[in-house]
């Protein structure tokens, strides 16, 4: 038999896995790319996606976001600023997003005219790891402040991520990171994952992320269309 | 009647309380003072703590630490070099420390010999808050350079808090760090919580910490004296 506290958590997510299917048929039927952003708190996930909303938004993409923290509006204010739509998830004592939030906050978003989706997770590098969203691409934020060890002490979010984004990069030098460390120690946990460097504030890496999304919502727009 | 999983969390809430109220006894009886140490990743826990152990150690106070990680037992090598006692507690997928997990790495420590031990928890900014590990002290440490409003979005876990340490403050300049702010974000949330900052690597605020936590070693060594 079970521990019973086992079988309650096996529905849970059991539950959220199916709700985060019915999420991604939806976004598959608008033709929505959506990205979740996962990283501790503080790593600079804000700063880049709104960076990057601008930058994408110039370039025609319809880009839209949620967001969750447990308390405060703050970073929806600073996404809506960039002009996209950003809707707050607040999770009260919750460290993570589950795919019932994003239902929930979506519920007045007009996802037929957005491109790329963005769902900024809470700051968590470990609880975020079990929860579909119904995303199509999870990426990794690390920022050189955190230092080089941190893909071997988190191995199990960087195997649930399709990619890992070293941001801050323009604070790697003052922090002496060692960027071909810590590229080594994501391999040794995930052979073969891709990673990039960034920066929002200097802009380093940022074209080449925003190239990176566009060719993928090009790719969903195109399947979409076709379905 | 509760709904079945809130029961289950509130048992195993429980378990771990009677459990912490045990250590706490134990802690009491050899005299030995606990600080639970709590922040996000890569907050610079280890490098403040290895600074304190080595100078706690030339000023006569007997440290010891246990430190908490999904995986690695990098943190608890650093904590040793200190020439301190240390054990790594791994939590495998787990986000937090619990008291049981203490309990265990305590089992061949000598607490008769340690006047002051730190627990390092995982770095969580959610998970840790409910689980009581047997500390006379929690403090959570905040570096600058994970932005002012930190405070804001976590009120949970600083109303646990007992002390907010702004750690990395020799990047505060980098990072434009308002100190003010952040100090009054703290205020909000707890009004009358005492803040302190900290740098490991220039040894600000170091001196300070360390006859903060001297005075507590030997206020407590005296009420063990005359229990």
């Not at 999420?23 to 708190?41: C, I, K, M, W």
């Not at 929806?76 to 919750?94: D, F, H, N, P, Y």
């Not at 990426?139 to 960087?158: A, H």
């Amino acid at each position: 038999m079970k521990p019973r506290i086992l079988e309650v958590r096996e529905n849970i997510l059991k539950k959220n896995d199916e709700l985060a299917r019915s999420l991604r048929d939806e976004f598959a039927g608008h033709g929505t790319y959506v990205v979740n952003v996962v990283s501790s708190p503080g790593a600079g996930k804000t700063e880049l996606l709104a960076v990057l909303m601008r930058l994408l938004t110039t370039q025609g993409v319809r880009v839209g976001a949620v967001v969750g923290d447990l308390a405060t509006e703050n970073d929806a204010k600073r996404l809506a600023a960039t002009g996209c739509r950003a809707e707050q998830i607040l999770t009260g004592t919750m460290c993570h997003l589950e795919a019932d939030m994003v239902e929930t906050a979506l519920a007045d978003f007009d996802l037929e005219a957005t491109d790329l989706l963005f769902i900024e997770n809470v700051g968590n590098l470990v609880c975020p790891q079990s929860w579909d969203l119904g995303e199509d691409l999870r990426i990794l934020l690390f920022p050189s402040t955190e230092g080089e060890d941190k893909p071997l002490k988190y191995p199990t979010l960087i195997n649930t991520c399709d990619r890992v984004i070293f941001s801050k990069m323009d604070l790697a030098g003052a922090v002496e990171f060692d960027l071909e460390t810590a590229r080594r120690n994501c391999e040794t946990v995930r052979p073969g994952i891709a990673t990039m460097e960034t920066s929002a504030r200097t802009g380093e890496g940022v074209d080449e992320l925003a190239e990176f999304f566009r060719a993928r919502v090009e790719e969903k727009r195109s399947t979409a269309v076709s379905l």
